[in-house]
């Protein structure tokens, strides 16, 4: 089965432009979560989604929004690129929501800002 | 708010040595307990993880981690270590009820010489 897809791999975009980060999960999987990885750092929580519902967010300014669809794939956006956006956004998927079920990674979209 | 704090940023170890990695939590409640491992090139994956029950438990690749209630550790433990075992270690927490949004710590850089 494959895992959890996320495309791009690698994105280099300007300070201030908008960017879109692509995940599907895990077939079956109904819950999908985005973190961001700075260099360095441990991956931070910016999202939950369950069942096309956000059902958590983290710490994050208003530039970051994500959406997800009928299929359970996800989108997350990040608008007016900052410097200090750059890092690895990574999306998770687990199949419930309801207490705590294991959560699978993707392998990442490093982003760069210049 | 749950935090958690790695004091190992960089470890180097030869093959054949023992291995503690520290990992201290502050929450005011109960929490559930997570190591990740992230090898060179792949996607996070769980080592082990402690949710209730005996203290001590066993996860892959002959790992093992010791909850410690009182000193709010959860230290990750290998009795001899591969080369393979070279690879960034995570330490995570999840409240008890907090679904599936893990917080990381900032994680410790495991390097073993052969």
């Known amino acids: 089965d494959a895992g959890v897809t996320q495309s791009p791999t690698h994105l280099i975009k300007t300070r201030g432009q908008q960017v879109t980060l692509r995940c599907s999960p895990i077939?079956?999987?109904?819950?999908v979560s985005w973190y961001q990885q700075v260099l360095g750092q441990g991956p931070q929580f910016i999202f939950q989604y369950y069942e096309k519902e956000e059902r958590g967010r983290g710490n994050f300014p208003d530039r970051f929004s994500a959406r997800q669809f009928p299929n359970y794939s996800s989108e997350l956006n990040v608008n007016a690129l900052l410097l200090g956006d750059s890092a690895l956004y990574l999306c998770?998927?687990?199949?419930?929501?309801?207490?705590?079920?294991?959560?699978?990674f993707g392998q990442g979209t490093r982003l760069t800002v210049v | 708010a749950q935090s958690v704090s790695q004091h190992n940023h960089h470890v180097i170890l030869s093959e054949a040595a023992s291995l503690e990695l520290g990992c201290n939590y502050s929450y005011g409640g109960t929490v559930n307990l997570f190591w990740y491992v992230q090898y060179p090139g792949q996607h996070l994956q769980l080592l082990l993880k402690?949710?209730?029950?005996?203290?001590l438990v066993k996860g892959i690749k002959g790992f093992e981690a010791e909850f410690i209630k009182s000193k709010f550790s959860f230290n990750l433990r290998k009795p001899s270590v591969q080369w393979s075992d070279t690879a960034e270690y995570f330490c995570a927490v999840i409240p008890t009820g907090g679904g599936n949004k893990l917080t990381f710590g900032t994680g410790t850089q495991l390097k073993v010489e052969l």
């Open positions: 077939s079956g999987h109904k819950s």
């Open positions: 998770a998927s687990s199949s419930d929501t309801g207490g705590y079920t294991e959560a699978f």
């Open positions: 402690y949710f209730s029950g005996d203290p």
